[in-house]
């Protein structure tokens, strides 16, 4: 993005996502604000698939304006829900009028294309949380600044208990959904910093930044009681066992890993429904 905004001589640049019909939310962005939302008077879907400053509706209008834009452009992606949203913050700078030409256009749809290729190659399928090669990068980049700058780091496994009952008595596509819900439970309930994502099967894993073990223990404490309450689709409610492990001197991610694998496990012998570390 940082790329994008320095070819362009732009001010801003952001990805937006559509949250509902009428909602797009920024999901990531550099030189906007992060809890900006726009408000669609029709589906993205029904919207021009490149809109310009004056092609905007006034709703749309005003709320740009709102984040000091003069002029923008956004080019959109009904299929994957996502805009790609530039701007220019200034009407002229140093006697340069600016505004957004046809280049501009084809650079943006460019660029929304490339992240949409990125982020399919990072993102699972089923339950759009990041995968397990987003995963593994994420853990080599938190294990390098660990051992670099002495920071702690935790992960968190979580497995549902139980789930190959699930499939064997409500069929796959009810654990489907299941492991939807679930991935939204531990979205719902860990930080901005915090990454969640899908291990694999039913497992989970969740990197926790600049978190200790005592830390990630009452993180991961919150994530089962969270769990433990919630009605999940078709089959009620269900437990999940957690096992937390913390950065040590010396690790790697099969280290690591292997250390929380070795707490869910004995989550599990001792009855499920628990946190080990």
């Known amino acids: ?36 939302q726009l408000t669609l008077a029709a589906p993205l879907s029904e919207q021009p698939s490149s809109l310009l400053t004056e092609q905007a509706p006034p709703e749309v209008r005003e709320a740009l304006r709102a984040q000091g834009l003069r002029h923008w452009l956004w080019t959109a992606s009904a299929g994957s829900r996502i805009v790609l949203l530039l701007g220019h913050r200034f009407e002229r700078v140093e006697g340069i009028s600016l505004r957004f030409e046809e280049d501009n256009l084809a650079i943006a749809e460019a660029a929304l294309c ?7 190659s990072m993102t699972d399928h089923l339950t759009e949380l990041a995968n397990r090669a987003r995963l593994n990068h994420l853990l080599e980049e938190n294990l390098m600044r660990s051992r670099r700058y002495a920071t702690p780091f935790s992960v968190i496994m979580v497995d549902m208990d139980h789930f190959k009952l ?5 069929g796959h596509q009810v654990g489907d959904q299941v492991l939807i819900y679930l991935a939204k439970v531990l979205m719902s309930n860990t930080r901005a910093v915090d990454v969640v994502g899908r291990w694999g099967g039913e497992e989970f894993l969740v990197i926790a930044p600049n978190t200790d073990l005592a830390q990630a223990a009452r993180l991961a404490e919150k994530l089962r009681a969270a769990i433990a309450a ?10 999940a066992s957690l096992g937390v492990a913390s950065y040590n001197a010396g690790d790697d991610q099969e280290s690591i890993i ?16 628990q946190v080990s570390f």
């Open 1 to 36: 993005m940082a790329l994008l905004v320095e070819s362009l001589q732009i001010d801003c640049a952001a990805v937006l996502k559509q949250t509902s019909p009428e909602t797009l939310t920024v999901e990531h962005a550099l030189g906007l604000d992060r809890a900006f």
């Open 114 to 120: 490339l992240y949409e290729a990125t982020k399919l």
């Open 166 to 170: 699930i499939n064997d008595q409500h």
């Open 230 to 239: 919630s009605e999940l689709p078709t089959v009620g409610s269900k437990t």
């Open 258 to 273: 292997g250390r929380g694998d070795a707490a869910l496990y004995k989550a599990k012998r001792n009855g499920r429904n």
